[in-house]
């Protein structure tokens, strides 16, 4: 699989699973399901509560730990420099773990020094503990304050599907060497209907989620579809397997659509 560069110790696959919302047994069953297919970046995050559940996936699996992309968050109400040690020790001990790949903010705090956190995450890093520190839902803005820090930021995972095209935050990411992880894909299955996408189906007898994963991927989006069934999974995992035309890439790009964004929870600070 292909993949992307964060630092000089790791790679992060192109494609992964995401898990928000999967609890209990399915997660347990969703992540083994997609281990055996051969997914091998799974994401989670502290506040999805479904650590110990990937745990048990990965552990029953015996794919060897090397073979692995493990990407987890650090929560909101966890960013002073203490917090942020003990939720990083936690966050292993629950997915039995020795290194987390990529270590995310979660979602930008401005009540708490940006420096403080990323400097507590550095020293997990300095520690063996983590591979690559990276944000989640950070604006151009909550990245130049980060700038002011001397800690290395590999990645930002932001909502990123074709009615919601953050074409501006990419360019500014790709132009300070930060990856960008797409999150919520279909925009959780909202884009799925979208008409230009059913059209470019029927070139390739494919279907509208691998049309949106490969438009991703050929831009070097980092996608991490979430599923929970095999069928779905097995869809997504295939669209691996083919390429969208420049044309084609050039008729989603152009998607006309007013933003959506699909999550906006009352302490996002996209106006920053
Ligand atoms: P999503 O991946 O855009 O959409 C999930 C929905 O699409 C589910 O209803 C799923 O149905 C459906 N689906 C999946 N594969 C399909 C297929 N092949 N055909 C038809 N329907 C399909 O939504 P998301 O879960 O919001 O985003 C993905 C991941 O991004 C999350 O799980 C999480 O890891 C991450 N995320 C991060 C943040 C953040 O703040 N950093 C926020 C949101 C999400 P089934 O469940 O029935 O398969």
Not at 9 to 28: A, F, M, Y
Not at 78 to 83: C, V
Not at 183 to 209: C, K, M, N, W
Not at 251 to 260: C, G, L, V
Request: hydrophobic share 35%; aromatic share 8%; glycine share 4%.
């Amino acid at each position: 699989m292909k993949t992307l560069n964060l630092n000089e110790n790791t790679t992060i696959p192109i494609l992964g699973l995401g898990t928000w919302k999967l609890t209990g047994t399915e997660c347990v069953e969703m992540v083994s399901k997609a281990l055996e297919i051969g997914y091998r970046h799974i994401d989670t995050a502290d506040a999805y509560g479904n650590h110990r559940e990937i745990s048990r996936a990965i552990k029953e699996s015996r794919v060897p730990r090397e073979e692995l992309f493990i990407t987890s968050k650090l929560w909101r109400t966890n960013m002073h420099a203490r917090d942020v040690i003990e939720a990083g020790k936690r966050t292993l001990d629950e997915l039995g773990i020795e290194y987390l790949d990529l270590f995310l903010i979660h979602w930008p705090n401005r009540s708490v020094p940006i420096a403080e956190t990323l400097e507590a995450m550095n020293t997990l890093k300095e520690e063996g503990l983590v591979k690559a520190l990276g944000v989640s839902n950070f604006t151009i803005n909550h990245l130049k304050d980060a700038f002011e820090t001397e800690v290395e930021i590999t990645n930002n995972q932001i909502e990123f599907h074709p009615s919601l095209n953050q074409r501006e935050l990419k360019d500014f990411c790709d132009s300070n060497g930060i990856t960008v992880t797409g999150y919520s894909p279909f925009a959780r299955g909202e884009d799925l209907d979208i008409p230009q996408l059913q059209e470019i189906t029927e070139s390739h007898e494919t279907t509208v989620p691998q049309v949106i994963l490969s438009w991703l991927m050929q831009k070097n989006i980092i996608a991490i579809p979430k599923a929970s069934s095999e069928k779905h999974l097995q869809d997504n995992f295939a669209s691996l397997k083919w390429e969208l035309s420049p044309e084609e890439l050039a008729t989603i790009d152009a998607i006309n659509h007013e933003p959506n964004r699909t999550v906006s929870p009352l302490w996002a600070d996209f106006e920053y």
